[in-house]
């Protein structure tokens, strides 16, 4: 007996990689003095998963922060109302971001008077199945130049070997990854070598 009370679902906001803040109104209590609000949300409209129960005695908005979420996936979630009957709202959708690729700049080697091997780490893809490392690089942080891309679907170390540079010359370099999203390693430097002149002896007899 009772009229039941009246809730709608409002979009999601705060969307992250991982977490994701639910939204609804409760438009009407009914005929009940008090009303329990909550959620109930899933990777399909069967809705596995419920929030927390929170009572209240007014109408208005109402709101839930998710985490630990799966990145680059389509949720379903719906608000809900129980009071002298249950309502629910309609089925609303949200997708989380996408993760981006993770890299490190690793050291220099094989430093020369016009030469060097710049190195760096893939840690991570992210959610993408491949992704594309190179190295900006350039006399300051402003990095005017970069290597070519060079696509991959594994973690780990990469390399590109730099030529004809400038003898007793510091350079700066990182290491770029893009996937779904660009990542980029930390600054760092290296100095050519100084170089070695060339000297003519004549011998007069």
């Not at 007996?1 to 803040?21: C, F, H, K, R, Y």
């Not at 389509?74 to 981006?100: C, E, I, M, W």
């Not at 080697?109 to 760096?120: A, D, M, W």
Request: no cysteine; glycine share 8%; hydrophobic share 30%.
């Amino acid at each position: 007996p009772g009229t039941p009370p009246a809730v709608t679902t409002d979009n999601a906001t705060g969307i992250t990689t991982s977490s994701a803040i639910l939204n609804a109104t409760l438009t009407n209590k009914g005929t009940a003095d008090n009303v329990t609000v909550s959620f109930e949300w899933g990777l399909t409209d069967n809705y596995t998963s419920t929030t927390p129960p929170v009572s209240t005695n007014v109408t208005g908005p109402f709101s839930f922060t998710l985490s630990s979420l799966s990145p680059n996936t389509t949720y379903h979630f719906r608000a809900k109302a129980v009071g002298h009957g249950t309502s629910y709202g309609l089925d609303g959708t949200f997708t989380t971001l996408p993760l981006p690729p993770a890299v490190t700049t690793d050291n220099a080697t094989s430093i020369t008077y016009n030469s060097v091997t710049l190195n760096g780490t893939l840690t991570g893809k992210g959610t993408a199945e491949n992704v594309t490392v190179s190295f900006q690089w350039g006399l300051s942080v402003n990095y005017t130049d970069e290597t070519p891309p060079v696509s991959t679907n594994a973690t780990g170390p990469f390399s590109f070997t730099l030529s004809s540079l400038s003898s007793n010359t510091t350079y700066h370099f990182r290491a770029k990854a893009v996937g779904h999203g660009t990542s980029y390693g930390s600054d760092k430097t290296f100095t050519t070598a100084i170089g070695r002149a060339n000297v003519n002896i004549s011998v007069v007899l």
